[in-house]
């Protein structure tokens, strides 16, 4: 079956560091999005990207759509202790939706 | 407009006793998710009901777990009898469309511990 596997498991990084989750999939995607996962919390949706190529930006979170969309990334420019949690990828194919292993981010001061 | 009710949203019970959660999705919203969250994991897709019709249910371990959506609104799901490995949490989802796209809403969760 369909895996869709993140990159690192675990990061700790110092506020203002910059951070990136990378998403694989084992097969092309249609659309893949984001979520963010706070402790104790639920996933909140982030974005969706459904281009080959496509590139998206919320303010210091930027998130690309590979080429083969096959994989995807996000990247957070300058931590801050709000962005601390869990992110997920969820790439959509044949109707089902898979969620990836999930990053969890820690930041400190 | 209100969220995605669920509940209980806690639920200790001993393994082979039965547990049933309750889910009622945003008004309106076509779709609706069951995901089984264990602890440091990803959100596993356990069905999907589009209205009240089952579109997925290929990851539901079927000789315990029972789910239905009866007049496609609130949904049920059921573990009978749980298993130690059941301790997890329970996430039920929503989506306004009949497609596979677009922001899911996911409820606070039911944790259940099976001792």
């Known amino acids: 079956g369909q895996q869709v596997m993140q990159i690192p498991q675990y990061q700790h990084v110092q506020e203002g560091e910059d951070f990136t989750t990378y998403c694989n999939s084992s097969?092309?995607?249609?659309?893949i999005q984001w979520y963010k996962q706070r402790p104790g919390g639920h996933p909140v949706f982030l974005i969706q990207?459904?281009?080959?190529?496509e590139v998206k930006k919320q303010k210091r979170l930027t998130f690309q759509f590979g080429e083969a969309k096959k994989n995807s990334s996000l990247h957070i420019t300058a931590t801050q202790t709000t962005d601390v949690g869990t992110y997920f990828c969820?790439?959509?194919?044949?109707?089902?939706?898979?969620f990836g292993t999930g990053t969890r981010l820690q930041v400190t001061l | 407009e209100a969220g995605v009710a669920q509940s209980p949203r806690y639920k200790i019970i001993e393994k082979r006793q039965s547990v049933a959660f309750w889910c009622n999705p945003i008004?309106?919203?076509?779709?609706l998710y069951w995901y089984q969250q264990i602890l440091g994991q990803g959100p596993k897709l356990l069905i999907q009901?589009?209205?009240?019709?089952?579109?997925?249910d290929s990851q539901l371990p079927k000789d315990r777990f029972s789910a239905e959506r009866l007049k496609g609104v609130d949904s049920t799901l059921k573990i009978q009898p749980a298993k130690l490995e059941d301790s997890a949490v329970y996430l039920c989802?929503?989506?306004?469309?009949?497609?596979?796209?677009?922001?899911?809403?996911f409820g606070e969760g039911s944790r259940l511990t099976v001792l």
């Open positions: 989802a929503s989506r306004r469309g009949l497609v596979n796209t677009g922001e899911l809403f």
């Open positions: 097969t092309t995607l249609s659309n």
């Open positions: 990207l459904v281009k080959s190529g």
């Open positions: 969820a790439g959509l194919t044949a109707s089902k939706l898979t």
């Open positions: 008004s309106g919203h076509a779709t």
């Open positions: 009901f589009q209205n009240n019709g089952v579109v997925d």
